[in-house]
């Protein structure tokens, strides 16, 4: 191999591999941004799912018609989950918390039996909440219900607020991501802008020229993809190290999804970036491909 050819290879190779890096690093990004999304739902459904309310009961509620009532309650479509506390585990929880039983000093348990509701995180809204309430009193033995209606109505603007954050950064990051890619593609495409004029020459169609480019961009936006995919598990085993039990949150479907968003748009924005860029030199003249 003569020295000219080695050089050639050499460039070749260099500017694939930077190419690559840099395609890597945006869909990193990228993939680094639907992550948090994702967390960020997850972690919607985790609070709003956590956030309980007491239905306090009557003093004078049977055993039989508290479980009764229960048991219906389970089978509201709105509940996730229900937990009886009896008035004795009340004054044993109060009395961990305060370090004396309210019985002795007072005679008697002046606490009430209830049982703890967590809604559905769909259900946990304001709306809803009124509706529920509702049915929840109709019962006879409830005698008032208990829960922070500012508390749920600050939970859910928060959310919101950060939901509409992702979302705008994830457009500006596309549109950022789609710019890197598509300049790193247009270097690539310039050194070869005298072959695609002179296939424009001896008649070759703008689908053929466009052809290899694209074969080309795709695998290495393939290549890209799968560096960032392990990037992104990089990271993950990262924070998983400094926040234990933080990866709970995002299941192996999850993961799959981003994974898998961050391949196709590794390809789809390889793609349009390649067409753009070609389609830049074929409407150029001849003059003009020395001048840029």
Avoid: C
């Amino acid at each position: 191999m003569t020295e000219s050819k080695k050089a050639n290879s050499i460039s070749f190779f260099n500017s694939r591999f930077t190419s690559i890096i840099s395609i890597a690093l945006v869909l990193f990004l990228l993939g680094l941004i639907l992550l948090i999304g994702l967390l960020g739902q997850k972690l919607s459904v985790y609070v709003k799912e956590n956030i309980s309310f007491s239905i306090i009961l009557k003093d004078n509620s049977k055993e039989t018609d508290i479980k009764k009532m229960q048991k219906q309650l389970d089978a509201r479509p709105y509940i996730k989950s229900t937990e009886y506390i009896s008035k004795e585990r009340a004054a044993k929880e109060l009395e961990e918390e305060l370090g004396e039983n309210p019985e002795t000093f007072l005679g008697f348990n002046p606490l009430q039996a209830s049982i703890e509701v967590r809604l559905k995180s769909e259900y946990a809204n304001s709306d809803s909440l009124r509706v529920i309430e509702k049915q929840i009193k109709s019962y006879t033995d409830v005698s008032e219900l208990l829960y922070r209606k500012d508390m749920m109505q600050m939970v859910n603007d928060n959310l919101k607020r950060v939901g509409i954050i992702l979302l705008t950064l994830a457009a500006i990051l596309m549109i950022i991501s789609f710019v890197l890619i598509s300049n790193t593609i247009r270097l690539l495409i310039y050194s070869k802008r005298f072959l695609i004029h002179t296939m424009q020459l001896v008649g070759a169609t703008s689908g053929f020229i466009r052809r290899p480019f694209i074969r080309y961009n795709v695998v290495s936006g393939i290549l890209a993809a799968i560096l960032a995919i392990f990037m992104l598990m990089g990271a993950l085993y990262y924070i998983q190290n400094e926040l234990s039990g933080f990866i709970n949150l995002l299941d192996m479907d999850s993961l799959l999804v981003v994974f898998g968003a961050v391949l196709v748009m590794g390809i789809l924005l390889s793609i349009v970036a390649t067409y753009f860029a070609v389609n830049k030199y074929l409407q150029m003249s001849v003059d003009k491909l020395y001048h840029i």
